[in-house]
């Protein structure tokens, strides 16, 4: 059998290198794209460039998709170019077994002969790959497209310019680099240099601009450009494009054209941009452009030719921008022009770059509150942006921006102070209160989908008036669901003589609300002595609910009645507390005119059943840390803080009411970080995850492990492992029925308090593949081998097509049967069919991941028909 095996290799290996010769002098470029259609499934664009006068036309190329599978996928699309290149693409669809990276690879002998700076081109693979990252927390990812074709020709001792054009649709940053050109197996060519150069060649990485300064030799010469993909400073994919470069001997000198800038475009408006180019040598130009711009369906840009004469062109680029346009990063436009000359049509290259800028909020209000300014503007027209972000300045300023900045930035003078998805915002200063006296300056910006901001709206001021009167104290007193207490104290007015009309009597009327902000305020009582200042509120549900008070004087002369200046509004201090594991966090809400500058923090003594000061912050929250879960913590805050009657500061002290929690463990642990592989021989899918307690988690006990054999449904829960330390399972797949090994995967880890972790990342495996078919069989009815039998032990094929061809491409088998089950007979003359070699087509059908998917196989059989096991004979 071994012998067998060997002499049907050398055969084929024959095969192969008799399709070398007849295979060359085809490849001269290409390249490897994808869109993603869902979590795991991608559209791979396989675009090649070849050479139409070779006698090599690839109706069908084989991709390796980087997880152990491969397909044969037929060319959609056939474009002839100019200078006898034609332009091939080949799409299909893969799913793969889930996150990671995968190197996809597309092989073909052969590259094209005579290429200079590769050594024996002729039977040298010509190969591009792709490297794509398979990771949910990325987000949707499509690869850059190359919208400029590798075609361009060069001229001997005159600068070479080539860009290739990519555009990335979700406007990630692109990086590019010269690196090595692949042959067999996407392996780095044994002797490969760049093409040599008189002073340089190269390409930058942030425009992909190849200056290849200058040819030294005439020829042809290939080079690999790689374009990497970062997101927010992770890289998430890259795509390499191999392309040849002929170089030619001549006189005729490149066009130019004139020197293009950056357009800055604000959404509605039109971009026009007229782009001449010149030719010293008098030639005819043709200018063409390809980016970004011409691949909108709604409002695409044109560039159309506005006047041609030898030696000059004009051509003017037109977009007309709409909403969907808006993105942070400007878009690149290729301008090429290229002459027309009877030795070699040579071009010129030149970027311009368009950034088209969302519309800025309008209508910007403020109105002020006590310690508080809130914010009201409208939202753009058409344009819909993800959220608006706040500036905020002391006093005016007269900014102005340029044509191309967006946003507000650092040197502007303005603040960054929130953001809000909404067309309102209250500026409280982050809770701490706005300060009297000043002039509070806004402007608001737009973000978009990609992070683009619009430019800043227009400035809007308010200042907080000084109250009157001014309150000075909301403390309250006891703590109680039906008899809570709450001391509201004021300072006496002063200075009521210098209003003319106020001449008494005067009347302060309270008004309270059940919220930090008063939204609900109602009139509750009324004192009618100016030196009485302070307000006891009784029969409160001061444990659940937070109060604010306004005290408003009037004058209530009869037939004049008035109020006297703008009342002030102030809260009670609220305590906010949320539990977690071993631990209570404090938030302290509240509104008041004055600033607090300290929080003194206290806890009850159980064992003495008095408040004790455990802590004082600054801040409006603390975490108290260290405690028991399941044990009751009561807590109330002291806040010391300064008011201010002119220029002269005075200190309050108040009191929050008291509130209890209880810690638990409400927080979930860490997922593990799952590992799958698949034993083909056991039929078993091997599942390892780290144990979260040795890195960030104390109190996991169990796991729970998810699957689903089929990525369009949902996994669920198959098994729970009690123990932290026990991190790996076999997952039987002949004990359990399945029908395949294909699966995915995820594992959660339990604490102790039955929290349950995220899931770890989704794990997929699809690598086994058991149907296979026998390369030798001796159908000579000596009961060893008789019967050719497809390898299937668990009869996962569902469907099955199986053709059988002898040398001369007749048909001698055809089966629909998953084991095949061929006795060596044509199905024609229904007698054993001669000794040799056969060639067969096999399309099997097999459940994966995806569902059912179809695989095709291609392969030889040798037959023996011999009544011994001696060598074979190929007759």
């Excluded at 361009?152 to 010269?178: I, M």
């Excluded at 300064?642 to 209890?660: A, L, Q, R």
């Excluded at 729970?704 to 829960?717: A, G, H």
Aim: glycine letters at 6%; a negative charge; proline letters at 5%.
């Amino acid at each position: 059998m071994i012998f067998k095996r060997l002499y049907i290799s050398i055969f084929i290996l024959a095969l192969v290198v008799s399709s070398v010769n007849l295979f060359a002098t085809h490849n001269r470029a290409g390249e490897i794209t994808y869109v993603q259609i869902s979590d795991l499934t991608y559209e791979i664009t396989v675009t090649t460039y070849t050479y139409t006068l070779s006698n090599v036309d690839r109706t069908e190329l084989e991709i390796e998709w980087g997880d152990g599978t491969f397909t044969t996928v037929p060319r959609r699309e056939l474009l002839q170019l100019p200078d006898n290149y034609q332009r091939n693409r080949y799409v299909a669809r893969h799913t793969f077994p889930g996150s990671g990276i995968y190197v996809i690879l597309v092989q073909d002998p052969n590259r094209n002969y005579g290429v200079e700076n590769i050594p024996n081109s002729v039977n040298t693979v010509f190969s591009v790959k792709t490297t794509l990252f398979v990771n949910p927390d990325l987000g949707f990812n499509s690869a850059p497209v190359l919208l400029n074709p590798p075609i361009n020709q060069a001229a001997q001792y005159k600068t070479f310019l080539h860009n290739p054009g990519a555009f990335d649709y979700e406007g990630d940053s692109l990086v590019y680099s010269l690196t090595n050109c692949t042959g067999e197996d996407g392996e780095a060519i044994i002797g490969y240099s760049l093409p040599p150069a008189t002073t340089s060649i190269g390409i930058n990485a942030i425009t992909g601009d190849l200056v290849w300064e200058t040819p030294s030799d005439v020829g042809g010469f290939n080079l690999a450009i790689q374009i990497e993909e970062w997101r927010t400073g992770v890289k998430i994919g890259s795509i390499t494009r191999d392309m040849q470069i002929d170089v030619y001997e001549t006189e005729n000198i490149p066009p130019e054209i004139d020197s293009i800038g950056e357009i800055c475009v604000l959404v509605g408006d039109t971009a026009n941009v007229l782009i001449r180019a010149s030719d010293l040598d008098l030639n005819s130009i043709k200018l063409s452009a390809t980016g970004g711009p011409f691949l909108f369906e709604t409002s695409p840009a044109t560039f159309q030719e506005v006047s041609s004469i030898p030696g000059e062109t004009i051509s003017k680029f037109t977009w007309i921008t709409h909403c969907n346009h808006i993105r942070k990063e400007p878009y690149t436009v290729l301008i090429n022009a290229q002459d027309e000359h009877p030795d070699v049509n040579l071009v010129d290259v030149e970027r311009l770059l368009v950034k088209v800028i969302g519309p800025a909020p309008f209508g910007l209000v403020t109105d002020p509150g006590n310690a508080f300014i809130r914010l009201n503007w409208e939202a753009p027209n058409d344009c819909v942006p993800e959220k608006y972000l706040i500036y905020r300045k002391i006093g005016s300023l007269n900014y102005v921006h340029d044509s191309c900045t967006t946003g507000l930035p650092d040197d502007s003078g303005y603040e960054f102070v929130g953001e809000t998805v909404d067309t309102a915002y209250v500026d409280n200063n982050n809770g701490e209160g706005l300060v009297q006296g000043f002039s509070y300056c806004y402007r608001i910006v737009a973000e978009y989908s990609d992070g683009a901001q619009s430019f800043p709206s227009e400035e809007q001021c308010a200042s907080i008036a000084p109250g009157f009167p001014i309150i000075i104290n909301v403390s309250v007193e006891n703590t109680d669901l039906t008899n809570g207490e709450i001391m509201v104290r004021w300072l006496k007015p002063t200075r009521l003589d210098t209003i003319p009309e106020a001449v008494g009597p005067f009347k302060y009327i309270i008004y309270r609300s059940d919220d930090e902000y008063g939204m609900r305020l109602k009139r509750i009582d009324s004192l009618e002595t100016l030196d009485d200042t302070s307000y006891y509120d009784y029969g409160l549900n001061t444990t659940e609910t937070q109060y604010s008070y306004r005290i408003a004087l009037f004058n209530v002369t009869p037939g004049n009645r008035f109020r006297i200046g703008n009342p002030q509004l102030a809260s009670s201090i609220f305590l906010d507390l949320v539990p977690s594991d071993n631990q209570v966090e404090i938030n302290i809400l509240k509104n008041t005119p004055w600033l607090d500058n300290e929080y003194v923090i206290y806890r009850l003594n159980n064992s003495t059943s008095e408040y004790d000061s455990i802590a004082y912050t600054t801040n409006r929250n603390y975490t108290d840390t260290k405690l028991k879960n399941g044990n009751n913590y009561c807590y109330q805050i002291k806040s010391i803080g300064t008011y201010m009657v002119d220029t002269v500061e005075s200190p309050t002290i108040n009191w929050s009411h008291k509130n209890c929690q209880i810690p638990e463990d409400f927080q979930r642990p860490c997922p593990p970080t799952l590992n799958v592989v698949s034993d083909c021989d056991q039929q078993k899918n091997l599942l390892t995850w780290n144990n979260p307690n040795l890195t960030c988690a104390d109190d996991v006990v169990a796991y729970k492990v998810y699957f689903v054999q089929n990525t369009e449904f949902s996994l669920d829960s198959i098994l729970r492992i009690e123990g932290a330390e026990n991190t790996n399972f076999e997952h039987d797949i002949v004990a359990e029925g399945l029908e395949s090994m294909g699966g995915c995967y995820a594992v959660a880890a339990i604490d102790s308090f039955n929290n349950e972790s995220d899931a770890s990342y989704v794990q997929c495996v699809d690598d086994c593949s058991y149907f296979e078919l026998p390369n030798v069989f001796s159908p000579n009815d000596d009961g060893v081998n008789d019967m050719y039998l497809a390898i299937n032990p668990l009869n996962y094929v569902k469907r099955l097509e199986m053709n059988i061809y002898n040398r001369w491409g007749e048909l001698v088998f055809h089966t629909t049967k998953p084991l095949i089950e061929w006795d060596g007979r044509s199905q024609s003359t229904k007698n054993i069919v001669a000794p040799g070699v056969y060639y067969y087509i096999c399309d099997v059908w097999e459940p994966r991941i995806s569902g059912l998917e179809l695989r095709n196989i291609v392969g030889f059989i040798h037959v023996y028909t011999g009544t011994s096991s001696g060598e074979f004979n190929n007759e």
